[in-house]
């Protein structure tokens, strides 16, 4: 069998529409949702850095937690996480839990 030559290839996916992503809403995937425990969370960005959906926001303002103060936090866009866990196994703190999707 021989090959086609690469002119012989057909055109694959094209990405017409800037952006068309957002469209996706890949929380519809989920069958685990990820639930940050703010009292555990060390505000190491490592969960941040992980997701693969870039799902996790910085939230900036001024936060408490434990006597601590704090310039930012975490949350999730339930939006698009599609709970693949990855944060949860990641986080230093064990300060993410997979819990089953309602
Ligand atoms: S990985 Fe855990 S401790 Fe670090 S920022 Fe995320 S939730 Fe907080
Ligand atoms: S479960 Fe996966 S997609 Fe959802 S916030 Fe964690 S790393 Fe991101």
Redesign the pocket.
Known sequence: MSLPRVHEIPIGGIITEPGSSRKNLTGGWRSLKPI???D?????????T?CPEGT?KEIKGEFVVKGRKYQYK?EIDYNYCKGCGI?AH???????EMVPEA
């Not at 555990?40 to 941040?48: E, F, G, N, Q």
């Not at 990641?90 to 993410?96: D, G």
């Open positions: 940050i425990h703010d555990r969370c060390i505000r190491c960005r490592i969960c941040w992980y996790i975490y944060c990641e986080c230093p703190t064990k300060a993410i």
